[in-house]
């Protein structure tokens, strides 16, 4: 895999990118399709990644907000917020050529992740893809699940600071190993990324849900760090609570959740002092990534008749303090 765009080249898309971009791979061009103060300072600075004290720096191939001038890539990593993702499918068609693999590094449960699954019924998720526009725009076949183990920030467009961990999870959506799969491993894996190719990443994805679920919007909502959540008995038994609920939809649907939420607690308790995507997003005054974080859930849930009251105030509380920001659409997740 040779040509490689990024589209959405904030802080996790840009912290791939420039991984790439420096990574010395013979023949690979690391391009961007961005818009805005971070095209700008792609075209000036190319591609920029500050881990420690080094700052990494290398050309970008091309950049443009047009996929048009950018032309048929081999891979496409989706990299925008889940908001801006009904957008990107709807401009992505000029990259996707007949063996295009699309690669979404995103937060959340992913447009495709109910396919083949019988017990969740043949209709897309409206949380994630009201009116099935992904499924349609972005064919399974071009598909890799992703999960990113990272923290990284953007504190000025086109630069990324990198915080800890370098993990990525990759497989087939609807499982098993293959061909292609193994060289988007090897591709980031030559990049410095600690990559585990998975044979079920719906599960790895359902994983890292399942920590994602509480910690994001209660962070938002407070302004707490994490470690001020999980300090508070009262909110770390509701996070408990939540965590079993959604424990309990992964194992009608195949996603076995092998650890207690106390348990998680102490891994999550590690680090730190530590500001949530969803609380970044709130003090930027940017649109939260709510439906694919928790209201998908939510609606998972309905499909296989499993309750959620704990996670449908979490909903609820989060929906509402957003819509009074302007940080969530009024006409969204009504139910």
């Keep these: 895999m040779k040509n490689i765009c990024i589209i959405g080249a904030g802080a996790i898309g840009g912290f791939i990118g420039t991984r790439l971009a420096v990574s010395g791979q013979e023949g690979v061009r690391v391009s961007a399709m961005a818009r805005g103060a971070t095209l700008d300072a792609l075209r000036t600075h190319g591609w920029r990644l500050r881990q420690g004290d080094a700052l990494l720096q290398a050309p970008v191939a091309a950049a443009s907000e047009h996929a048009a001038d950018l032309g048929i890539q081999d891979l496409v990593i ?16 000029p990259l996707l050529g007949p063996e295009t693999v699309v690669l979404p590094a995103m937060n959340g449960v992913p447009w495709w992740f109910i396919e083949g699954q019988t017990a ?14 992904l499924r349609e725009a972005i064919a399974l076949y071009r598909v890799l699940g992703c999960v990113v183990h990272a923290s990284t920030a953007s504190p000025e467009p086109g630069l990324v600071q990198h915080r800890m961990g370098q993990g990525l999870i990759v497989g087939e959506p609807l499982g098993g190993h ?31 849900l399942w920590g994602n679920l509480t910690m994001n919007p209660i962070s938002a909502l407070t302004g707490a760090t994490i470690d001020r959540v999980l300090a508070d008995p ?3 038994q509701f996070c408990t609570d939540a965590m079993a609920e959604a424990a309990q939809i992964g194992e009608r649907i195949g996603c076995h959740i092998a650890q207690r939420p106390e348990d998680r607690h102490l891994i999550t308790a590690k680090l730190g002092a530590f500001k949530t995507s969803m609380l970044q997003d709130v ?18 849930g309905q499909r296989v008749q499993r309750p959620t009251p704990q996670i449908d105030v979490l909903l609820g509380l989060t929906r509402l303090f957003a819509r009074g920001r302007g940080l969530y659409p009024e006409d969204s997740g009504t139910a």
Excluded: M
């Design 78 to 93: 989706l990299a925008v917020k889940g908001p801006a993702l009904a957008q990107v499918a709807r401009q992505i068609g």
């Design 120 to 133: 969740l019924g043949d209709a897309p998720l409206d949380s994630v893809d009201p009116g099935g526009t």
């Design 178 to 208: 293959s061909e292609r799969s193994a060289r988007v491993v090897a591709l980031l894996g030559a990049a410095g990324f600690d990559v585990t190719h998975s044979a079920d990443v719906r599960s790895d994805i359902w994983y890292k």
């Design 234 to 236: 009262l909110i770390r």
């Design 283 to 300: 003090e930027a005054g940017r649109p939260i990534e709510l439906d694919a974080i928790v209201t998908a859930v939510r609606e998972i």
